[in-house]
């Protein structure tokens, strides 16, 4: 089984992590028909490949969501101590609740590119449905106040104007992909999934980076600091650092999407 397979199996199989952090619509979102069936809607989960570095050392982006919750130590000091760079999406809600965790990466322009996770971490999904038992956001003007609050929130926190986006759950209709893009985003997909929406026992996650080859993006998680997964996170970047790989955020390296997303 190749590994973008695998990947969507394990998200597939842990899609349980999303469903179990609850999300409020705000008030005046539009609401979910009963029983909506995202069988019946045809979402496409992006994925994502740097330029490959050829000869040398392999060159690997590791991406890191940061939905709500807390910090992982685990994952951030491990990226501090050791200068690894990696991209950061974040969403208004994570932002709210981790400012000295902000601090930090505020205070490494050079190693931490923040990036758009969304406003409420809601799927960035145009049609009533539901992704992982999550209501998507179900309209276009409830896509775009998703993406755009997100980008607010980061603006008012001090960061840069983001140019991509990553939606909650990491899938979309391609519709709301066309729209994310005429907004001036690209859409950031993955190659491996690195712990299963945060649930893999650490051994699995070394499994999964170990298998990362030249021009994979990784996606992880660095809010959930009680699960294991962030102690295999922690280990498998300092066995990819022993091993000569060249670690690059987004914003460094050209790169290729599918379903439309960035080419």
Not at 30 to 40: E, F, I, Y
Not at 53 to 64: E, Q
Not at 223 to 242: D, R
Request: one cysteine or more; aromatic letters at 6%.
């Amino acid at each position: 089984m190749n590994r973008f397979v695998l990947a969507s199996a394990f998200l597939l199989a842990t899609g349980a992590a999303f469903a179990a952090q609850p999300e409020q619509p705000p008030a005046g979102w539009p609401q979910l028909p009963p029983k909506a069936a995202v069988s019946n809607v045809k979402l496409v989960e992006p994925h994502l490949l740097v330029n490959r570095a050829g000869k040398g050392a392999p060159r690997i982006a590791l991406t890191f969501d940061a939905c709500m919750g807390k910090t992982d130590p685990r994952i951030l000091s491990t990226l501090v101590d050791q200068r690894i760079p990696a991209t950061i999406f974040v969403t208004a809600r994570w932002l709210r609740t981790n400012p000295d965790a902000l601090k930090v990466f505020l205070a490494h322009p050079d190693l931490f590119e923040l990036e758009n996770h969304g406003q409420n971490h809601i799927p960035a999904v145009d049609i009533p449905t539901q992704v992982y038992g999550i209501p998507a956001a179900g309209s276009p003007e409830a896509v775009a106040q998703e993406v755009k609050g997100g980008a607010d929130a980061m603006i008012a926190a001090g960061i840069p104007q983001p140019r991509w986006f990553r939606g909650a759950t990491a899938k979309y209709s391609r519709s709301s992909i066309e729209q994310i893009r005429g907004m001036g985003y690209r859409i950031a997909g993955y190659s491996v999934n690195g712990d299963g929406g945060s649930l893999l026992p650490a051994k699995m996650v070394e499994k999964q980076y170990v298998s990362a080859k030249d021009g994979d993006v990784i996606i992880s998680h660095i809010n959930q600091p009680t699960h294991a997964a962030g102690e295999g996170v922690a280990a498998s970047i300092l066995a990819l650092k022993a091993k000569g790989v060249q670690f690059v955020r987004l914003q460094d390296i050209p790169e290729k999407g599918d379903d439309g997303t960035t080419n």
